[in-house]
C-alpha cells in the first residue's frame, strides 16, 4: 500500500462498544494496511476515553483525541482530522453500526478516488435488520433535500461512513463551518462547488444493528440536518 489510513471515529458515551469495534477493525485490516486509529472523544462520562487511553498503551496504531469541554460530531471529525497523519482521512462511527468490514473496499476506492461515500442503498448496501418505516423515509428524504437545494446526487448523505483523501479535505478545510452537523454531506457539497475537478465514488456498505446504547435519530438531528442545507445552500462560492 503506497498510502496510510487514517480512521477517525468520533465517540460520546461509546463504552459498551468500542473496545469490540476495535478489535474488529484490527484482525480487519491486519497487516494488509498502513493504518492509525484516531478516536476524537468528547470527554465521555462513561469512561470511553479510559478504555481507549488503556488500550492505546499495547496499541501504537490507537491514539486519543479527549476533547474536554468540548461537544458536537462535526467538530471532534474536524478535529480527529488535524490530529491525523495519513494520506487517506476515514470516519466511521463509534457505536458497531458501520461494519468494520467495509472498510478495505473504501480505503482501496479511495486510491483512486479523492472522496468515497459509503451508502447503505447501492449495490452491495445492506441493513441488518428490519428498519421502522420513519427511518428509510428519513434517509430517503435526506437524499432528495441534498439534491433539490445543494444539486448533491448522493444516495446517502446521512450514513457518516466515508473516505476523503488529507489534499482533497485541505483545499475546503478553511470553508467548514465548525459547528457543522453531518460534515461528510458539507465536505462532499463543498467540493463539487470548490474542486469540480476531485472524484468522488460512491460504495455499498453494511449497516448493523447497534449493540447498545440508543440511535441518534430525532426531530432535534432532522431539523438540524435541514438547517445545515440551508446554509450551505446560502453560501456564495466560486471554483
Known amino acids: ?25 484490527k484482525q480487519t485490516l491486519s497487516s494488509r494496511y498502513d493504518y492509525e486509529i484516531v478516536i476524537a472523544d468528547d470527554d465521555s462520562t462513561d469512561g470511553t476515553w479510559r478504555l481507549v487511553e488503556s488500550a492505546a498503551k499495547n496499541d501504537q496504531t490507537l491514539k486519543l483525541l479527549r476533547r474536554k469541554g468540548k461537544r458536537g460530531l462535526g467538530p471532534s471529525i474536524v478535529d480527529g482530522f488535524r490530529r491525523a497523519k495519513g494520506d487517506i482521512l476515514l470516519v466511521m462511527d463509534g457505536d458497531g453500526q458501520h461494519d468494520a468490514k467495509c472498510l478495505p473496499k473504501l480505503i482501496d476506492s479511495a486510491m483512486e478516488n479523492d ?14 435488520g428490519k428498519w421502522p418505516f420513519y427511518r428509510l423515509a428519513a434517509s430517503r428524504l435526506a437524499a432528495r433535500a441534498a439534491f433539490f437545494m445543494l444539486r448533491v446526487n448522493v444516495s446517502d448523505p446521512m450514513s457518516g461512513f466515508f473516505a476523503v483523501r488529507k489534499n482533497a479535505f485541505d483545499d475546503i478545510a478553511n470553508l467548514l463551518n465548525p459547528e457543522g452537523f ?6 462532499l457539497f463543498l467540493l463539487r462547488k470548490k474542486c469540480p475537478d476531485r472524484k468522488i465514488s460512491e460504495r455499498g456498505i453494511r449497516f448493523k444493528k447497534r449493540r447498545a446504547g440508543h440511535s441518534k435519530l430525532g426531530i432535534g438531528v432532522i431539523l438540524s440536518y435541514f438547517k445545515m442545507l440551508w446554509r450551505l445552500k446560502m453560501l456564495r462560492l466560486k471554483p
Do not use: H, Q
Not at 480512521?7 to 473496545?19: F, H, K, Q, S
Not at 472522496?115 to 441488518?128: H, K, N, P, Q, S
Not at 453531518?182 to 465536505?187: A, D, F, P, S, V
Open 1 to 25: 500500500m503506497d498510502k496510510t489510513c487514517s480512521i477517525i471515529i468520533p465517540t460520546y458515551n461509546e463504552a459498551e462498544n468500542i473496545l469490540s469495534l476495535l478489535e474488529e477493525i
Open 115 to 128: 472522496m468515497v461515500v459509503g451508502t447503505r442503498f447501492a449495490d452491495g448496501g445492506l441493513i441488518e
Open 182 to 187: 453531518k460534515i461528510m454531506l458539507e465536505i
